[in-house]
């Protein structure tokens, strides 16, 4: 059984989550690294955008009165509220999957890695979402669900980007575990009936702990991917370089 590398790295700010996640993913072409699974979470709080969003407009002292972090992402997509969630992270070289070239295969095999985890963690049932419309109609990310989402009963409980250099792949994104959607749709300007979404706790009755998460990711990587992780536990400024 393959051995790759796991990395619970705790909470930082955005900046410094989207800086390892990059500095990860150089790493592994420089050195050709086996795959890396990393679980992190933000604070203070932080609303990140899509490489191509704009925040020009966002109201900015909406987000200074709530204490919400704005950062960019290296990988598309629109934008996320990380405050009652977490986040994973997974570097992988394309020729390790199935059809690795194809984004969308590469998408699933990856989510369905995550609705393992899922399951650890009490929710049964939830399964690869299906694009529902033009993605560019939002800029949250959870108004709209497409083929790199997980759904439980029609409504998104995860979102997920990537990143590809060098023919490795860099996918992260969120899973929503208690998040205050009023306060999602004030921050992004949306109406609240348009988040369809779900958070963990409404499945499961209860919050789970940040760790125990963190867990159940990892297991869930470990029993679909068929392999064992090292845990490797770093300070931030060793990840970031």
């Known amino acids: 059984m393959e051995t790759w590398k796991y990395v619970n790295s705790g909470f930082s700010n955005g900046f410094i989550n989207m800086k390892i996640d ?5 790493d592994a072409i420089k050195n050709n690294r086996l795959p890396v699974l990393r679980v992190y979470n933000w604070e203070p709080a932080a609303i990140s955008l899509g490489y191509n969003q704009n925040e020009a407009d966002l109201d900015l ?3 200074n009165k709530n204490c919400i972090d704005i950062v960019k ?11 009652g969630d977490i986040t994973y992270s997974f570097i992988i070289n394309q020729d390790l999957l199935e059809n690795g070239k194809s984004v969308r295969s590469s998408y699933r095999q ?10 650890y963690m ?32 029609g409504k998104k409980i995860a979102g ?28 992004l300007n949306v109406a609240p009936e348009s988040l369809s979404c779900i958070n963990v706790c409404d499945v499961v009755g209860y919050v789970p702990k940040y760790n125990e998460l963190a867990l159940a990711i990892k297991k869930g990587f470990e029993e679909y991917f068929n392999v064992e ?3 490797e536990l770093k300070n931030i400024d060793e990840l970031s370089h």
Request: with cysteine; hydrophobic share 35%; net charge negative.
């Open 122 to 153: 009490g929710v049964k049932g939830a399964y690869i979402a299906e694009s529902k419309e033009c993605y560019t109609k939002s800029t949250a990310c959870m108004a709209v669900s497409t083929g790199a989402d997980l759904e439980y009963n």
């Open 229 to 231: 992780f090292n845990e």
């Open 61 to 63: 002292d909406l987000y």
């Open 22 to 26: 990059i500095s990860i993913l150089e």
């Open 110 to 119: 990856i989510s369905s890695a995550l609705i393992y985890g899922l399951e």
């Open 160 to 187: 997920s980007a990537q990143l590809r250099r060098k023919g490795y792949i860099l996918q992260h994104g969120s899973i929503l575990i208690n998040q205050d959607f009023n306060l999602t749709a004030e921050l």
């Open 73 to 83: 992402r290296p990988t598309g997509g629109r934008a996320i509220l990380h405050k």
